[in-house]
């Protein structure tokens, strides 16, 4: 069974930066994309970044030039580096990972709070 686990949300003033992990803990077998999807209060959840094996494929257009979406080596992690942070940017942060053929075949991570306040 494949889990996801997310780290580094937490309170960052408005301008600053916070680095988001995603361990993927089991295997996967076969092409999957990597990606970030964020859920604001009252709002549907978000597609943020999306990570294909060729590279970064997809930024949100409010996060474009601020994010920045990798991952390791080993391939067992996906980040999202986030830069000049907006109170708008104040969501819970999910990582999921889904098969690029059988799109129904996807896993999510519980997520992580980013707030962004002074």
């Known amino acids: 069974q494949v889990q996801l686990v997310e780290s580094g949300g937490g309170l960052v003033q408005p301008g600053g930066s916070a680095r988001l992990s995603c361990e993927i803990f089991?295997?996967?077998?076969?092409?999957?994309?990597r990606n970030w999807y964020r859920q604001a209060p009252g709002q549907h959840r978000e597609l943020v970044a999306v990570l294909a094996d060729v590279g970064p494929f997809y930024y949100a257009d409010s996060v474009k030039g601020r994010f920045t979406i990798s991952r390791d080596n080993d391939k067992h992690a996906i980040y999202l580096q986030m830069n000049d942070l907006k109170p708008e940017d104040t969501a819970v942060y999910y990582c999921n990972v889904r098969h690029t053929i059988t799109r129904a075949l996807e896993y999510w991570g519980h997520g992580t709070q980013v707030t962004v306040s002074s």
């Open positions: 089991g295997d996967l077998f076969g092409s999957y994309t």
